[in-house]
């Protein structure tokens, strides 16, 4: 089956630095990948939607000039956490859609995830 | 490693009927468990969320359950309405987390 990964599985960081987590489709091309994160005890939450080779669509709350995506291939998109604070830790998830809107094989498969803590 | 199985992996009822989606997962070490909804082309939608100690969750016409011990949780759908249809997700939280493959439901009017 499809499988994705992400990079790092976890990171901790100082405050005010900034921290880049990989999704990569490894044997698929995604040409739609979605992020989330779940803050502790929380339902896990979409942050934006990306779309390879344009701009994100990032959900309402979700600072799009903090939480930077970039997608630049069909098998990899980014999410920075720009100067990442104590309240930006968080578990980060992504997915990557397999298949063309509302056909039968529009799938997400969805990565592992990464636990970011900001001290 | 943590296994999810979602049971039907398709699902087709007539508006007004009560229904169930099972999720079941192997390791019951778990923070918790969220059922979700994905409409085509979408990103998830939560639906219900239940802590580890949590027997159960209810959000309108949605009624989730979950027994850790036997590895199992239920999502309940009352008198079931054509804007139901989606496929439902339940993910299960350890130290990473899983997803089942859905169940996509069809709700015919």
């Known amino acids: 089956g499809a499988v994705v990964s992400q990079h790092p599985s976890w990171v901790i960081c100082k405050s005010g630095t900034s921290v880049k987590i990989e999704c990569r489709s490894l044997?698929?091309?995604?040409?739609?990948m979605f992020w989330y994160r779940q803050f502790p005890k929380q339902s896990l939450m979409l942050m934006a939607t990306?779309?390879?080779?344009?701009?994100?669509?990032?959900e309402q709350g979700v600072e799009k000039d903090k939480f930077l995506i970039n997608h630049a291939s069909l098998t990899l998109s980014t999410l920075t956490v720009t100067s990442a604070h104590p309240e930006d830790s968080s578990f980060y998830i992504c997915?990557?859609?397999?298949?063309?809107?509302?056909?039968?094989?529009?799938?997400?498969?969805f990565g592992p995830g990464t636990r970011l803590t900001v001290l | 490693k943590q296994e999810v199985t979602q049971i039907p992996a398709a699902l087709s009822v007539p508006e007004g009927e009560n229904l169930v989606l099972n999720c079941s997962f192997t390791?019951?070490?778990?923070?918790?468990l969220q059922w979700f909804r994905q409409d085509p082309g979408k990103g998830l939608t939560s639906l219900l969320l239940?802590?580890?100690?949590?027997r159960e969750q209810t959000s309108g016409r949605l009624n989730a359950s979950l027994d850790k011990s036997s590895g199992r949780s239920t999502l309940y759908i009352a008198a079931s309405q054509p804007g139901d249809s989606a496929t439902y997700l339940c993910?299960?939280?350890?130290?990473?987390?899983?997803f089942g493959a859905g169940t996509r439901l069809t709700v015919k009017p």
């Open positions: 997915s990557a859609r397999l298949g063309y809107s509302g056909g039968a094989t529009d799938t997400q498969y």
């Open positions: 044997d698929f091309q995604a040409t739609t």
């Open positions: 993910a299960v939280r350890g130290n990473d987390m899983r």
């Open positions: 990306s779309n390879e080779g344009s701009k994100a669509t990032y």
């Open positions: 390791d019951s070490a778990i923070y918790n």
């Open positions: 239940i802590q580890s100690s949590q």
